[in-house]
């Protein structure tokens, strides 16, 4: 487990090196787009799903972990752990997404991984198919977002995914 908190912590380190020292000469100009200046955007190709919430990418030759952000899936372990797992890797194993995370050189939570929505076409936000399905709760402690409270609202409403459980129990809460 050590070893994967080094290497995601290495990760952070060298591409915060990268842009540290090249800014965003290192983002091809095709990829640069008129964005805030609050937020970093980046075309990758999505390399693997490790759960319902968390994918790796590649972004040139660097493996980046990405956390979806505003959301949390259940886990492997729990059930509906193992179909969110699936519906992410449905939605974007193998394809190119854009990556969209707050801050100028992007948001890492204390593992290392980016936290940033991800797009598919630049259109279809990924983070908000996984509530739409049902498939993940909206992460009220993270993310004060109205948007992302009524995806879950209806997913529930609607007895959705994980919702037609008699008894879901929340990823933070299994976690304890």
Do not use: C
């Not at 805030?36 to 799903?49: A, F, N, S, Y």
């Not at 660097?62 to 059930?79: C, G, N, S, T, Y």
């Not at 279809?124 to 977002?145: D, F, Q, V």
């Amino acid at each position: 487990m050590s070893k994967n908190i080094i290497s995601s912590s290495m990760q952070k380190s060298v591409f915060l090196l990268l842009f540290l020292f090249f800014g965003n000469s290192i983002i091809p100009a095709s990829f640069q787009t008129s964005q805030p200046t609050d937020q970093l955007t980046l075309k990758v190709k999505v390399i693997g799903v490790k759960d319902g919430d968390t994918v790796e990418v590649l972004y040139y030759q660097l493996p980046i972990v990405i956390r979806l952000e505003h959301i949390d899936a259940p886990e492997k372990k729990q059930p509906f752990g193992a179909v969110s797992k699936q519906k992410l890797s449905d939605l974007s194993f193998g394809k190119i997404v854009t990556l969209v995370s707050k801050g100028k050189k992007g948001n890492y939570d204390g593992r290392g991984r980016m936290i940033a929505e991800i797009y598919v076409n630049d259109k279809t936000n990924i983070n908000k198919e996984m509530l739409k399905a049902g498939l993940a709760w909206h992460y009220k402690k993270y993310s004060k977002s109205e948007v992302y409270a009524q995806l879950e609202n209806r997913a529930r409403k609607n007895r959705v995914g994980l919702w037609a459980d008699k008894n879901p129990i929340a990823p933070w809460n299994f976690r304890k």
